[in-house]
């Protein structure tokens, strides 16, 4: 199945692209698609992740919300799913 993944303001520069469609495996996690984003886009997995969790100061959103409330790295993507990835908004 398709996935669209997008990259947000300083992920952006770091994946060189803003958006970048992947086919992952039917039933394919979120922990799953960050893995196979790894093989094209390692550098910008490695800003989000640390080991099996995302770094603090990182969002994923998928489908307009946030893995926080949803399953985290475990939930499951469908059919055109839309993730995106940035770095969370602090307010001073």
Same mark, same amino acid.
């Given at each position: 199945?398709?996935?669209?993944?997008?990259?947000?303001?300083?992920?952006?520069?770091?994946?060189?692209?803003?958006?970048?469609? /992947?086919? $992952?495996?039917?039933?394919?996690?979120?922990? *799953?698609? =960050? &893995?196979? #984003? @790894?093989? +094209?886009?390692?550098?910008?997995?490695?800003?989000?992740?640390?080991?099996?969790?995302?770094?603090?100061? /990182?969002? $994923?959103?998928?489908?307009?919300?946030?893995? *926080?409330? =949803? &399953?985290? #790295? @475990?939930? +499951?993507?469908?059919?055109?799913?839309?993730?995106?990835?940035?770095?969370?908004?602090?307010?001073?």
């Amino acid at each position: 199945m398709r996935v669209r993944v997008k990259f947000l303001a300083t992920l952006f520069q770091a994946a060189g692209a803003l958006v970048v469609d /992947l086919d $992952v495996e039917d039933g394919a996690t979120v922990g *799953d698609l =960050l &893995e196979d #984003l @790894r093989r +094209v886009k390692p550098r910008v997995v490695d800003l989000v992740v640390n080991g099996d969790s995302v770094r603090m100061g /990182l969002v $994923v959103v998928v489908n307009g919300r946030s893995i *926080d409330f =949803l &399953e985290g #790295l @475990r939930t +499951v993507l469908r059919e055109g799913d839309e993730v995106a990835l940035f770095p969370s908004l602090v307010l001073a």
